[in-house]
């Protein structure tokens, strides 16, 4: 089973700041990745998939890099309605697995 | 637009089966290169895979829970189903269906509280 460390577990920034998150693959995982966001109370959303493609509707600011076992989400100037929970998942082997979280709060 | 809606019990005793149904709308799910997934969260903690079907019917579990779950398909009625048994107070969770075509999760549905307790 491929293992998805998330870091930081919580990024503490003010609007307008750039957010960058990492996630750490056990093993190479080529570019079979994903970005989730999560609000309280609702569904994941997707926001990259295949590393660094945005997802239907997903603002410019949201990017993804990364490839092998090393993959970042960068949000070039936080919105408010940016401070949420990310979640990576791979999508290259069985059994699909998520990274535990990191959680984007307000400063 | 495809959207999914799940339903079922919003409690089980433990021991039991816990069933839930996703209906897809806006699409079939017959697509060819669509897996249809569910996932589970529980309350304030992470996300965990389940398993998927593929369109042809070829399923695929989380080793963890494999013994005790089963997804299956009702193409008459647009519809996929979980079965997950012997249920603990450990299985309590947010349920969400998904479908994923081929490169990730692309639609969820809004998911389905499931509490065990008797």
């Known amino acids: 089973e491929i293992v998805l460390t998330q870091s930081p577990a919580t990024l503490s920034l003010s609007p307008g700041e750039r957010a960058t998150l990492s996630c750490r693959a056990s093993q190479s995982v080529s570019s079979y990745l994903a970005w989730y966001k999560q609000k309280p109370g609702q569904a994941p959303r997707l926001l990259i998939y295949?590393?660094?493609n945005r997802a239907t509707g997903i603002p410019a600011r949201f990017s993804g890099s990364g490839s092998g076992t090393d993959f970042t989400l960068t949000i070039s100037s936080l919105e408010p309605e940016d401070f949420a929970v990310y979640y990576c998942q791979q999508r290259s082997n069985w059994p699909l697995t998520f990274g535990g979280g990191t959680k984007v709060e307000i400063k | 637009q495809l959207q999914l809606q799940e339903s079922g019990p919003g409690l089980v005793k433990p021991s039991e089966t816990l069933s839930l149904t996703c209906t897809v709308s806006g699409g079939s799910i017959s697509s060819s290169n669509y897996y249809w997934g569910w996932i589970r969260q529980p309350p304030g903690k992470g996300l965990e895979w389940i398993g998927n079907i593929y369109y042809s019917g070829n399923t695929y579990y989380n080793p963890s829970l494999k013994s005790r779950v089963t997804i299956s398909v009702d193409t008459s009625k647009n519809q996929f189903s979980l079965k997950l048994s012997s249920v603990t107070a450990a299985d309590t969770a947010v349920f969400y269906c998904?479908?994923?075509?081929?490169?990730?999760?692309?639609?969820w549905g809004h998911g389905t509280m499931v509490t065990v307790s008797s």
């Open positions: 998904a479908s994923d075509p081929v490169f990730a999760f692309d639609i």
């Open positions: 295949e590393a660094s």
